[in-house]
């Protein structure tokens, strides 16, 4: 009997498990199906927001912060929506598919045409409003810190297509 018909044989594991079975080329690029690849991103992503508004506060307000937050969500929207060939795109990668989810989830933004620019657009201006809150005394460090970790987790599972 071949090895690889008895269930809980590791022959059968191993041939369950091959890249070939399921579809996908193998490739060393990250991978946009990775869940540490897009909370990498995402928190990337997340760190330049911080770093716009920062920037912004030191110049004492003076420049466009929605200029540059807008500038970072192109380049995050074409990376998640399978537009940069640094990385290994999965189906789901696209606009009929994750981007109708987007579309589900974020507000209509009329600045964005492509649903990952809206998604890093929402997300970035969300950012802000939570730094804003924190620096008025509003929010918390705890708060501030929870907030910000809740919604970039949640950023990337709904990337990920499991929220």
Request: hydrophobic share 40%; proline share 5%; glycine share 10%.
């Amino acid at each position: 009997m071949d090895e690889k018909a008895i269930e809980g044989s590791a022959a059968r594991a191993a041939d369950r498990g091959r890249a070939e079975d399921l579809g996908f080329v193998p490739s060393d690029k990250p991978s946009l199906g990775n869940p540490d690849t897009v909370r990498a991103l995402v928190s990337e992503f997340g760190a330049a927001i911080v770093g716009v508004r920062a920037a912004w506060l030191r110049a004492g307000g003076a420049g466009n912060p929605v200029e540059s937050t807008h500038d970072l969500a192109k380049e995050y929207g074409r990376v998640i929506m399978g537009h940069d060939d640094r990385y290994q795109v999965l189906p789901w990668n696209n606009p009929d598919r994750l981007g109708r989810r987007i579309r589900l989830v974020c507000p209509a933004e009329d600045a964005a045409t492509d649903p990952g620019e809206l998604l890093f657009l929402t997300i970035g201006a969300s950012l802000m409003e939570i730094s804003a809150a924190h620096e008025q005394g509003r929010l918390s460090d705890v708060a501030a810190e929870a907030h910000t970790k809740t919604m970039l987790e949640d950023t990337a599972n709904l990337i990920l297509g499991v929220r």
